[in-house]
């Protein structure tokens, strides 16, 4: 408990408020596919039912703000959680996100990068997610994604310029999984792979089942089956 306190104490050693930044995609076609994509419904809903009931505020963010565009492949309200959300006012502040770039990073004791197939295309080189989610990482804040949405921390780095995910152990979706769905080709690079060669230590379950894994101040799971999982070790951290 010391431990993981101390993890939330910036530089001049005063507590951060418990905030957590969920970002959201704002990039909305598959591909060549000319199908939606968007970000996926239980990737954020999940976290945030965990994180409200512990009594912690999440804000919805993306790169560009405004409309973050839903996945309809994820709109699956027969999941009770799905349902309190997207019937919920959180519904509203995922069509006005917050401006990564309008806000400052040491309001932030989290960011937790949901995932959905539009991640792939806008995470990585987000000028705003970077600066935002690299700024939580200074100044000792936990970093967590679930899904795609570690296609927001592959670009990321640490005060000495190294990447966060170097010597890490770290998942995200697989390579199995993405054949399994069918677009592998469609994707402008593999997940898993990319990790890898960034220096994490990339481990992996069997499709569509829980993988959560936990290294220091970075969370990160496989899948949609890993979300609630995420969301329960991001609030164990800000406990």
């Known amino acids: 408990l010391v431990k993981t306190v101390a993890l939330l104490r910036t530089e001049n050693n005063t507590i951060m408020s418990k905030r957590v930044a969920i970002v959201l995609s704002n990039h909305e076609q598959l591909g060549n596919t000319g199908k939606k994509t968007g970000w996926y419904l239980p990737e954020a809903a999940h976290p945030w039912h965990v994180l409200r009931e512990k009594g912690i505020e ?32 959180e519904k509203e502040q995922t069509e006005n996100t917050r401006n990564a770039a309008d806000l400052d990073p040491k309001d ?33 804040g ?12 592959v670009n990321l780095k640490d005060k000495d310029g190294e990447y966060i995910v170097k010597g890490k152990n770290v998942g995200g979706f697989t390579n199995d999984e993405e054949a399994a769905v069918g677009l592998t080709n469609e994707m402008p690079f593999s997940l898993e792979t990319r990790l890898i060669e960034r220096g994490g230590k990339y481990s992996k379950a069997d499709n569509w089942k829980p993988h959560v894994v936990v290294d220091g101040r970075l969370i990160t799971g496989q899948n949609p089956q890993s979300a609630k999982g995420v969301g329960e070790e991001l609030a164990k951290l800000l406990a």
Not at 62 to 70: C, F, N, Q, V, Y
Not at 110 to 119: I, M, N, Q, W
Not at 142 to 153: D, E, L, S
Request: charged content about 15%; glycine content about 14%.
């Open 108 to 140: 932030f004791s989290a960011v937790l990068f949901a995932g959905g197939h539009g991640t792939m295309w806008d995470f990585p080189e987000s000028a705003s997610l970077i600066r935002l989610a690299e700024g939580v990482w200074a100044h000792g």
């Open 58 to 89: 999440s804000v919805f963010v993306s790169g560009k703000g405004g409309l973050a565009p839903l996945d309809p492949s994820s709109l699956k309200l027969d999941d009770p959680v799905n349902k309190e959300f997207w019937e919920g006012k």
């Open 142 to 153: 936990i970093v967590a994604a679930v899904c795609h949405g570690p296609a927001g921390i």
